[in-house]
């Protein structure tokens, strides 16, 4: 079984950076991509960013290419979210996702493993 624990979240103001971590444990060889979700009060899960573990291919949803980046630390067996410029809008829980296919995934539906989630606040 695998387990995702991410911390990092918090209150920050608009144009402030915070950088999210994910830990994982468990069947770690089971998964091949990692992705970071959020969902907003009242509204659908959205996808953020995505990682192959692998090689390091990443793929980022509109709204937030430019300002997040998503990288990997295998030595630590960590995902991390580093979000800059942050604003209002990005208010969310976030959440780290994992799935053993190669193919990068947008879909939460294709993520078998799931954190607990962390709150990310941005006041304007």
């Known amino acids: 079984q695998v387990q995702l624990v991410e911390s990092g979240g918090g209150l920050v103001q608009a144009g402030g950076s915070l950088r999210l971590s994910c830990v994982v444990s468990?069947?770690?060889?089971?998964?091949?991509?990692m992705g970071w979700f959020r969902q907003a009060p009242g509204k659908e899960r959205e996808f953020v960013a995505v990682?192959?573990?692998?090689?390091?291919?990443?793929y980022y949803a509109d709204s937030v290419k430019g300002r997040f980046t998503i990288s990997r630390d295998s030595a630590k067996n960590t995902v991390y979210l580093q979000m800059n410029s942050l604003k209002p809008e990005d208010t969310a829980v976030y959440y780290c996702?994992?799935?053993?296919?190669?193919?990068?995934?947008?879909?939460?539906?294709?993520?078998?493993?799931w954190g607990q989630g962390t709150q990310v606040t941005v006041s304007s």
């Open positions: 468990g069947r770690t060889f089971s998964n091949n991509i």
């Open positions: 990682i192959r573990w692998s090689d390091g291919t990443t």
């Open positions: 996702a994992a799935d053993r296919r190669w193919i990068l995934s947008i879909q939460a539906y294709d993520y078998d493993y």
